[in-house]
């Protein structure tokens, strides 16, 4: 798979993009942060400066024509006033300060203002205008006074260089856009690591998968390292495969089963007609031969509706055909033909309790349920034997049909093995009694398409018991009564 149309890389790339994100904004904030605070300090040393100089006796004007300030340091100072109606600057020789004319004006009429500019050779310069009185022509009188025969409202401007603060916030974008690159590369790096690290799993799931789907090997399992949602998808996705794969084994297995179970009364119907046909036949041969011929149509149409109920059963959505049903009513119909199968075979019935119990389902699955058990129960009871048939109410919520004999029974190692589609424990006794293998399974169908299971107790040679439960939502009872049942006459 082509690397950037990988999780990894979109993982990769929006984790850089919300890192980046993030950089920027620390970095402008550091960024604007000292910024701000450089220049705040320049301005506070201004004013300071400005408070000093105004505080001052000495004679400033004198003091910048000498040159006396800081301009090495980056220090200038300009003394501006209006002398017959022109606005004069003083100030140290060769400095020249590209100042405002309305900063000037609005300074000596007292107004404060700072004020960034640009020096004719490029430098710049932080500046800050305040009112400044400047006397002329001061001579002492006795007693040590000094008085001026003139005075100018004027305004003192003192700069600054911002080189220095230029020159650090200068290094300090380098910086910060070097270390945001460099962070943004090792992440980047790194992301890309972590991203491999943690959905290599997925990796070796997809990579199992295909293999899985290329060979068509389906007893193949993706391997489970770890305990987290990787591991826990993985195992979701090994135990899906393993039911494929027994679905897939069963549906083979149930195929060839099918078509075994078809290619008998086939190769009977074969060979009788065959032989038949032979040579010529009295009326009696051909009759006999005609009713094997049916016997075995009779018993592939018996298969074949099974495996039409268990196709239906495999499609599913049943339960759309569901309605109350009056399972003691039912019951005892049931019991009715279960007496006349019995007499045929001269056993004995007995009909238990038959409660009156309402469970939602359809009735006709019902019924075949049920007589396929009361079916098994008479074919699998030796002459002399009872069948008992009741429905009783089991722990308060439940409805239990019981269909007990006293016939073969099942070992304790055949019973998980008797509802498998065609399981038979003696194939040739159920075949010759008319058994396909399918009943039971249609039986552990039908219970559980009604939210029921079938319970079995059985012991070889004394009989069996076969319990199916139904849960009665909110215990449809309507009265629990002995049977209702009267026997036939
Ligand atoms: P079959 O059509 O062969 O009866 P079933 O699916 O109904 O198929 O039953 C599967 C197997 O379970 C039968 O072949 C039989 O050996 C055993 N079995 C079912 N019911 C009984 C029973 N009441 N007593 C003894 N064995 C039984």
Redesign the pocket.
Known sequence: MNFFHSIKFRFTIWYLIVLGVLLILLSAGVYYGLSHSLHDNLDDSLKLRAEQLSNSKANIRDSISQGNFQEKLGEVVSLYFVSEDELIQVSAHGVEIPVDTQMIMNATKGKKAFASQKTSGGQKLRLYSVPYTIYEDSRFIPGGYRVFSEKHSGALVIGRSTENIDDALHGLRQILIFADLATLAIAGAGGIFLAKRALKPVDDIAGTAAEIEQSGDLSRRIKVDTKDELGRLASTLNNMIARLQGAFTRQQEFTGDASHELRTPLAVIEAESTLSLQKKRSSEEYKQSLEIVAQEAKHMSAIIGQLLVLARADAGNEQRLFEEVDLGELVRTVAFDAEILCREKNLKFECGQIGNLRINGNIERLRELFL??V???V???PEGGTVTLSLERSKGKEAVVI?K?T????SSE?IS???Q???????A???A???????????KHIAETHTGKIE?E?ESGK??T?KVIFPMEGGRYVRSMQAQYNGLS
């Not at 589609?421 to 003696?426: K, M, Q, S, V």
């Not at 009694?433 to 039971?440: A, D, V």
């Open positions: 396929n058990l079916d098994n129960a074919r699998y009871t269909f004999d016939g073969i029974g099942i055949e093995h008797i509802f589609r065609f399981y038979r424990i003696d194939k006794r159920s075949r009694e008319g058994g396909s293998g399918l009943g039971l399974a249609i039986c079995v059985s009989g069996s076969f």
